[in-house]
């Protein structure tokens, strides 16, 4: 019986250990190793680390998926430079995930196209590269989905789903208006999680809207009432990435900004604007 080689065997093991891209690379490491490129040390180091890198990627591709982020953004991909009101440094500090930590609200405000979307999603992408459980939904899904556990009797157990997640993504809020049985259940949702986990919340209207966002003014007050507190609120005024190759064709009252404007020209000369106290990134 042909006794298998030494080569042969370590090959076995790397099949047995179901580790393939090591498999795959080991030829042209011993290789190496015979030109004295590497030592012994660095061959198994390097063989090693070919294999976690694989793993590392299937981990991450496999929790994207289950946290719903399918359409992948990142930090390195927005341009700052196109929405100069941004402070990027804020950013970055918050792509350094302590609020996750300390279970704060951050919330991305302005008009539509100015990239709130895009930079919830790449922390999200952030968090799930740095092994936080993500989940990202809009509102009007999450709305959707928990009305249907209510229905079905499974409401207490989809609350417990949710919140177990580190970071809770909600997108476009105020973009529909939501009854006021979905304004209960997501009043529950957030009660349930307030200073539990943290929440990314991205909106094109100000707070003074939530009241007719969520169809009720009592539900709204508490909402914000939690969704405040430990919050981190970063306004972006700016126009529409989207649109910037056709910002000729838009009238100046749709431009991003003009929102923010118009409310601040609706204030009372001489009455300050009523400050909420909220941590800064």
Request: aromatic share 4%.
């Amino acid at each position: 019986m042909n006794m298998l080689s030494t080569l042969d065997r370590v090959k076995q093991h790397l099949v047995d250990l179901k580790m393939p891209s090591a498999l795959e690379v080991l030829d042209d490491i011993l290789g190496r190793v015979e030109r004295d490129e590497l030592s012994t040390l660095e061959a198994l180091d390097t063989l090693l680390a070919e294999e976690s890198t694989l793993r590392e990627t299937r981990r991450i591709r496999a929790q994207l998926m289950t946290s719903r982020l399918t359409n992948i953004k990142t930090l390195e991909a927005f341009d700052f430079s196109f929405q100069p009101s941004l402070d990027r440094n804020r950013i970055l500090t918050l792509a350094e995930l302590s609020f996750i930590e300390r279970h704060q609200t951050v919330h991305l405000l302005g008009p539509p196209g100015v990239g709130k979307s895009h930079l919830a999603v790449a922390l999200g992408v952030t968090a799930v590269k740095a092994r936080k459980s993500v989940y990202f939904t809009t509102l009007a899904e999450l709305v959707t989905t928990l009305t249907q556990a209510e229905r079905a009797g499974t409401l207490t157990n989809r609350l417990r789903y949710i919140n177990r997640v580190a970071l809770l993504i909600v997108d476009e809020v105020g973009y529909l208006p939501i009854e006021k049985g979905g304004a209960n259940l997501l009043f529950q949702l957030v009660n349930a999680r307030y200073e539990k986990g943290a929440t990314i919340l991205t909106s094109n209207r100000g707070f003074k809207d939530w009241g007719e966002i969520f169809g009720d003014n009592v539900v709204a007050a508490a909402l914000l009432d939690r969704l405040l507190h430990h919050a981190v609120v970063v306004e972006i005024a700016g126009n529409s990435y989207r649109l910037r190759e056709h910002a000729d064709l838009i009238p100046e009252s749709l431009k991003g900004g003009a929102a923010l404007e118009e409310e601040k020209t609706r204030r009372k000369p001489g009455r300050p604007r009523k400050k909420m106290s909220v941590a800064t990134a």
